[in-house]
């Protein structure tokens, strides 16, 4: 109960919503309906004529769709720092939200998303707004050096690298790279990194 008080809170309280606070509750209420009765991920509208799949569990991404930017200081900082053609990298980018948003408005994006599951949902948000060509999708994870790392894989958006000695059931074993080495002289104009507590490594 206190984690829907919470999420009504959140959407009541996000200046996105500050004009229209009921129709904000009323996409809740949609959402977690629809997200119980449809079999499937849903597709909602995004930005910049842009839309995203989302499943029930995915709060960043549903996020979205209560209140438009569920981020909204680092999303409209995307949204106004990039120009057409700039060099976005998004760094754990999960389902893609930053991507789609950087690729809508005309940037140039690298998306790296180290969980296979969640990957696909990445891949499925570019092909449904046309941008397979316009990001380039990687399947992997960034550190310090080439190797590769045990992640949690059931954890939604805090999926994050192990620590030695940690154990969880379905880890993933997933190749990593640097950040040199996936850029290489292609410099981005923007980096966002959400990889859950290994930022200084990547």
């Not at 389902?95 to 789609?100: A, H, P």
């Not at 790296?112 to 992997?140: M, S, W």
Request: aromatic share 8%; net charge negative.
């Amino acid at each position: 109960m206190m984690g829907l008080y919470r999420l009504l809170r959140f959407v009541w309280n996000h200046p996105l919503n500050a004009n229209e606070r009921w129709a904000a509750i009323g996409r809740v209420v949609r959402w977690q309906l629809a997200s119980r009765l449809m079999a499937g991920p849903i597709a909602f509208p995004f930005v910049e004529g842009a839309r995203l799949f989302a499943a029930r569990g995915m709060t960043g991404a549903t996020g979205n769709w209560y209140c438009g930017l569920h981020e909204l200081s680092d999303m409209a900082f995307v949204l106004h720092l990039l120009r057409k053609d700039d060099h976005f990298l998004d760094v754990g980018s999960n389902i893609g939200s930053y991507s789609v948003l950087a690729a809508a408005g005309g940037g140039r994006v690298k998306a790296v998303e180290p969980i296979p599951e969640t990957f696909e949902y990445l891949k499925h948000n570019l092909a449904l707004n046309g941008f397979d060509e316009q990001v380039d999708a990687r399947c992997l994870g960034l550190s310090d050096q080439v190797s590769s790392l045990r992640f949690t894989a059931r954890m939604g958006c805090v999926n994050h690298v192990l620590a030695e000695g940690e154990q969880v059931a379905d880890a993933v074993e997933v190749p990593v790279t640097t950040m040199d080495a996936l850029v290489e002289a292609d410099v981005p104009a923007l980096i966002k990194i959400d990889v859950e507590g290994h930022e200084l490594a990547v």
